[in-house]
């Protein structure tokens, strides 16, 4: 079974961009969540999908959207980059959120310049 | 607010110890605790999953135990070895006020020296 798989690897941007990240589940779950991992914050919840609907969104500005398409895939979009936005960005999914294992895909790192 | 606290930050034993990784979090109202690794510039691999109605799990040489009353878990390595030299991080999902965020600790830094 492929595991979750995450596109780009790598992104470059420059303040005040935005940009795309992609995620593509384990087949069969249902659930995608996505986290920001930085050095100072550490990893932190940023919103988690259900069959299309988001479920839950963690505490970052509206700049940080999402959605989850019909085959579960997901996308997390982030508008008007700042340097703090340098960060790893990795998706998570699940067969449920609430009692399942969550499997990491290996993220997407995007440095702001 | 849930907060998840690990302890040690960093941890360097020689191959072969057994070793203990702590994990603390604020509200027992959780639904389940997970252990992760990380591996350096990669995402996280999930070890091993407890419950909230549990009270251990097992996984060859890693045992993860929960108490929830006290707000603690402990993860236990047996026979350590080089290649179990990662970040290992606590999660728990649930509480009071959060019902579906994960919540993380700062992680455990392991170096298993040859």
């Known amino acids: 079974k492929a595991g979750v798989t995450q596109t780009p690897r790598y992104l470059i941007k420059t303040r005040g961009q935005q940009v795309t990240l992609s995620c593509s589940p384990i087949?069969?779950?249902?659930?995608v969540s996505w986290y920001q991992q930085t050095p100072g914050q550490g990893l932190q919840f940023l919103f988690e999908y259900f069959s299309e609907t988001q479920r839950n969104k963690g505490n970052f500005p509206g700049r940080f959207s999402g959605r989850q398409f019909s085959n579960s895939r997901s996308e997390m979009n982030v508008s008007t980059l700042e340097l703090g936005d340098s960060a790893l960005y990795l998706c998570a999914s699940s067969t449920d959120r609430t009692f399942s294992p969550l499997h990491f895909g290996n993220g997407t790192r995007l440095t702001v310049t | 607010k849930q907060e998840v606290t690990q302890i040690p930050a960093a941890l360097s034993v020689p191959e072969g110890e057994n070793l203990v990784l702590n994990c603390s979090f604020t509200d027992s109202a959780i639904y389940n605790l997970q252990w992760f690794r990380q591996d350096p510039g990669k995402g996280l691999t999930s070890l091993l999953l407890i419950q909230s109605s549990q009270r251990e799990q097992t996984s060859g040489r890693l045992n993860a135990s929960l108490d929830k009353s006290s707000g603690r878990s402990t993860l236990y390595i047996a026979a350590s070895q080089p290649g179990d030299s990662a970040t290992y991080l606590c999660?728990?999902?649930?509480?009071?006020?959060?019902?579906?965020?994960?919540?993380f600790g700062q992680g455990t830094t392991l170096q298993v020296k040859p």
């Open positions: 087949s069969g779950h249902r659930s």
């Open positions: 999660a728990v999902i649930g509480g009071s006020s959060n019902t579906g965020k994960l919540i």
